[in-house]
């Protein structure tokens, strides 16, 4: 019978080490990646700068996620205004090619996200160098959407009322509930 031969023993610390440097530069990769990828954007001419980095700081800094229309809505909301000008809505196209292939759209629950988780932790950690005024962007934002005059009145009375007020004003409740909300009252 054949001797197998003797087969080295394995040195796991050093194992271990190189997985350490290979996640190190891993990180360091896509810290590069999305610097060249900002730097990108701040090259681009204001308007399309301006469009991109608020694209990116609603996406990274909203407490959920978010729908294209919810962001459009967002988007298109002018502080000081007193009601969304339709003619204001980004197209969706438009947010998606000012991001530099850091913003993608799921088909299937048409929800605008980051390409990368990494890019997500990417962004939490370097987010008051890109986005330093985003937190006070977005709470001005919100509170110029409820101040519009459609919601002066009110309560609305009617379930009708309550209807129309979904479909036109998509930021005052999410897609999930607002659709549920709607399946109700076509029951009744």
């Known amino acids: 019978m054949e001797k197998l031969p003797k087969?080295?023993?394995?040195?796991?610390?050093?194992?271990?080490?190189?997985?350490?440097?290979?996640?190190?530069?891993?990180s360091e990769a896509y810290d590069?990646?999305?610097?060249?990828?900002?730097?990108?954007?701040?090259?681009?001419?204001?308007g399309c700068q301006e469009l991109a980095k608020r694209v990116?700081?609603?996406?990274?800094?909203?407490?959920?996620?978010?729908t294209t229309i919810e962001l459009q809505h967002a988007l298109a909301?002018?502080?000081?205004?007193?009601?969304?000008?339709?003619?204001?809505?980004?197209e969706i196209e438009d947010m998606v090619s000012v991001c530099a292939g850091l913003v993608t759209v799921d088909e299937e629950s048409d929800i605008i996200r980051l390409v990368h988780y990494t890019t997500q932790k990417d962004f939490e950690?370097?987010?008051?160098?890109?986005?330093?005024?985003?937190?006070?962007?977005?709470?001005?934002?919100?509170?110029?959407?409820?101040?519009?005059?459609?919601?002066?009145?009110?309560?609305?009375?009617?379930?009708?009322?309550?209807?129309?007020r979904l479909r036109l004003h998509i930021m005052i409740m999410p897609r999930e509930i607002g659709d549920i909300m709607l399946v109700r009252f076509q029951q009744r």
């Open 7 to 26: 087969v080295p023993k394995v040195d796991r610390t050093l194992e271990i080490n190189k997985n350490d440097t290979l996640l190190e530069s891993e």
């Open 32 to 46: 590069y990646a999305y610097e060249e990828a900002m730097k990108r954007i701040e090259s681009r001419r204001p």
């Open 56 to 66: 990116l700081s609603w996406i990274t800094c909203a407490k959920r996620l978010l």
């Open 77 to 90: 909301v002018k502080v000081g205004e007193l009601a969304l000008d339709q003619e204001n809505l980004p």
């Open 125 to 164: 950690r370097t987010r008051n160098r890109w986005f330093p005024y985003a937190q006070r962007d977005i709470a001005e934002t919100c509170i110029t959407y409820l101040s519009f005059d459609a919601f002066e009145t009110g309560f609305c009375s009617t379930d009708e009322e309550f209807k129309a």
